[in-house]
């Protein structure tokens, strides 16, 4: 569905139905408080009554006045777009000044992924037009709002797409599109420059694949005015944020092959790589003040050609031994080599995202994701950059007593923890913390419960949820400039 978005001050001509806000509680003057019961509608957060006339009046609910929070206005919006698929034109009272979030989640309740079905059919074009006075703040927020959805929805499209269309060189090739119109730098990578870079757990991972790897650098760096000095690009280096996702982009194990009822949503398994690309996309349209790097590993985790063996050791970038207890544990394999070369850029603050363990959904769920981290104040800020974005994380610990359990006979480390089901995630947080400098701010985000959904609610909808993405906007365009 495209959506064309309008300010004004009243319903324009042709206007097929009029959205109203209604506040739990708080009944509509015109309408008597006996009607709605009737109806059942009690204004809250996503109900939808549609009253017949001409125009057509929709009640939108919102819930408790005293609690009309980003979450609400998000939920609303998206329960109202998948309400109202069917007019073309739309005149919408908002329920309060944020109109960035209303935008967002109309956006994002109204996504369909249809382009695999051959009967589908596509919603009309709609205009929207918000009822609310034209002036430079809200021009902004409709853009933002609009283009902050848009980062989520190409995150979506990504890892709703098939592992047959997606492979890694066609994930770089969207890469490469994305950042030329976003303003990002971007280098790709070939399996031979990966090998020149002694990528080895790239390179291991990737051998059982007939498809060749790729690794994909994204760079953004803030609009300077020209009379800024040579400090002030020093300042720049220094306050960079590195960003590292996941890119399996289909996971059927390796060697030590999945069952068949895992496989299904093996094609998500580059949602960390999707959620970074949209964030990158979105950070010139919101004004982000840092510079930011991103290293996106990509591969197949296949059984195919010459594929590692549990056993063999691989050597990664940084010299580091990793004996392979687990083929089914690839994803950390391709993120540590991606974290060293991260590190080597000397960055402020290093966050990867990842769906790397089953254990962080059992333990949190399918909406919350695991946090992980050496420094409390990068911690908590994503912590608190996730709540705004309306993407609960929960940190978990790295206890050093763990960290044993990483040693390898063979080799430094293993990549796995064989004869143990405890404390998986916190063990593979661990085994990717070894290939972090020490000193440097280092975040883990383990999205393996929340990058699918099955089914919809509120602003997700049934398959990718581009989770992320928002939180990892939200809390870069937080950041202030590095002083000169």
């Keep these: 569905m495209s959506v064309t978005w309008s300010l004004g001050t009243g319903p324009g001509p042709g206007t097929e139905a009029v959205v109203r806000p209604v506040w739990a509680g708080e009944p509509p003057p015109d309408l008597s408080a006996a009607f709605l019961a009737g109806t059942g509608f009690g204004g809250e957060v996503g109900e939808v009554l549609q009253l017949p006339g001409t125009p057509v009046t929709v009640l939108l609910g919102v819930g408790p006045r005293a609690r009309v929070d980003r979450d609400a206005i998000r939920t609303a919006a998206a329960c109202l777009a998948r309400a109202v698929r069917a007019y073309r034109r739309l005149a919408v009272h908002p329920p309060g000044p944020d109109l960035r979030t209303l935008v967002e ?5 109204g996504y369909r992924f249809t382009r695999y079905r051959s009967n589908a059919i596509a919603p009309p074009d709609q205009l929207v037009e918000l009822l609310t006075a034209e002036t430079p703040d809200t021009a902004r927020a409709l853009f933002e709002g609009r283009r902050l959805a848009e980062a989520v929805l190409l995150a979506r499209d990504l890892v709703n797409e098939p592992g047959e269309a997606l492979t890694p060189p066609a994930f770089a090739d969207h890469a490469v599109a994305v950042a030329a119109t976003t303003g990002l730098e971007c280098e790709v990578w070939d399996g031979r420059r990966i090998a020149d870079e002694r990528l080895g757990g790239l390179l291991g991972v990737s051998r059982g694949s007939l498809v060749p790897p790729r690794l994909v650098k994204l760079a953004y760096r803030p ?5 800024e000095t040579e400090r002030a690009e020093q300042a720049e280096q220094a306050g960079r944020i590195a960003l590292v996702g996941k890119g399996v982009t289909f996971d059927a194990g390796g060697l030590s092959l999945k069952p068949n009822a895992h496989l299904a949503g093996m094609k998500a398994d580059m949602a960390g790589a999707a ?11 919101l004004n982000c003040r840092v510079a930011v790097d991103a290293w996106l590993p990509l591969t197949e985790n296949m059984p195919n050609a010459d594929p590692i063996r549990v056993g063999d050791v691989l050597v990664m970038r940084n010299g580091t031994t990793v004996e392979i207890c687990h083929a089914d544990a690839e994803g950390r394999l391709i993120m540590a080599d991606a974290l060293v070369l991260a590190g080597e850029t000397g960055p402020r603050a290093i966050i990867d995202i990842a769906t790397l363990t089953d254990a962080a959904a059992v333990a949190l769920g399918r909406r919350v994701a695991a946090l992980m981290g050496t420094d409390d104040t990068l911690v908590n800020r994503l912590r608190t950059a996730g709540a705004r974005a309306g993407e609960p994380l929960w940190p978990l610990p790295l206890p050093d007593a763990y960290r044993p359990q990483l040693r390898s006979r063979t080799a430094d480390l293993v990549n796995y923890t ?6 998986t995630a916190l063990l593979a947080g661990h085994f990717l913390r070894e290939f972090v400098p020490p000193g440097t701010p280092w975040a883990h985000l383990d999205i393996q419960g929340t990058a699918l959904c099955d089914a919809t609610g509120g602003e997700w909808v049934a398959g990718a949820t581009g989770f992320g993405v928002r939180t990892l906007a939200e809390f870069l365009t937080g950041l202030p400039h590095p002083p000169a």
């Design 223 to 227: 609009a300077r005015c020209t009379e």
């Design 418 to 423: 064989l004869g143990t089901r405890h404390g």
């Design 105 to 109: 989640g109309y956006l994002l309740g």
């Design 275 to 285: 959620a970074v690309l949209g964030a990158m996309s979105v950070l010139s349209a």
